[in-house]
């Protein structure tokens, strides 16, 4: 399978405790994107890597959010001292350089994160 | 500001009835570009289509077609015949079209969905 892997698929945390969750893009996709979706919401944006630069990051993306993505691969994305509000899924998405596929996003299956 | 709004939360049909997905944006970029995704029961958001701003033809894929009108804004989905596989969570989405590394750009401002059940 050559798409979009995240890790974990669930992850269920008490308040308070810190979680971290990976995402692998399509090899040699420059660009890594991090969304959030509640239920009944569309994904919001919050943070965009190209290559190893974070180059934007959303205002919902807190001080207590914190994304990296060492060597332009993969990228992880910390949420320190979750709380309940925190609980959504999180999906990553990359996209290719150029090609036929310019611009398109292809999303991993996301990670469903249960702030208890 | 980029917005997109779905104003259809939820369309239920039969099968085999044609249904239309409304999406209408908001945008000040001269260069964007506008999607529809699907997401299935399973989660995972699926590519239907991608148009430029600078490409109004209207597209058809099979039992899919899209409207692209730049005069009112508008990107509507077309179904024609719908299955009960068609069943799902739809979203429009609109990205900006900078220079790559710009702050607007492949960012996705997606609308809030909208729940088509095709029952049989």
């Known amino acids: 399978d050559t798409g979009v892997s995240q890790d974990p698929r669930h992850k269920i945390t008490k308040r308070g405790q810190n979680v971290t969750f990976r995402c692998d893009p399509i090899s040699e996709h420059n660009r890594l994107y991090w969304y959030r979706q509640t239920l009944g919401q569309g994904p919001e944006f919050l943070t965009y890597f190209q290559n190893e630069a974070q180059l934007e990051k959303s205002r919902l993306l807190s001080d207590r959010f914190s994304a990296e993505r060492p060597k332009g691969s993969f990228s992880t994305l910390e949420i320190q001292r979750t709380e309940q509000g925190d609980s959504a899924m999180y999906l990553c998405?990359?996209?290719?350089?150029?090609?036929?596929?310019?611009?398109?996003?292809?999303f991993g299956p996301g990670t469903r994160l249960t702030v208890l | 500001a980029q917005k997109v709004t779905q104003a259809q939360t939820e369309i239920s049909v039969v099968e085999k009835e044609d249904v239309t997905l409304d999406c209408v944006y908001e945008t000040r970029d001269t260069t964007y570009y506008l999607f529809w995704y699907k997401q299935p029961p399973s989660g995972e958001l699926v590519f239907l289509i991608r148009?430029?701003?600078?490409?109004?033809q209207n597209e058809i894929s099979g039992r899919y077609s899209w409207n692209f009108q730049k005069s009112t804004s508008s990107f509507n989905f077309t179904i024609t015949a719908s299955q009960v596989v068609d069943s799902a969570v739809y979203f429009c989405a609109l990205s900006g079209g900078g220079n790559a590394g710009g702050t607007s750009y492949g960012k996705l401002t997606f609308g809030q969905g909208t729940i088509l059940t095709v029952h049989p």
């Open positions: 998405a990359s996209s290719p350089r150029g090609g036929r596929s310019y611009n398109e996003q292809f």
């Open positions: 148009r430029n701003s600078f490409d109004e």
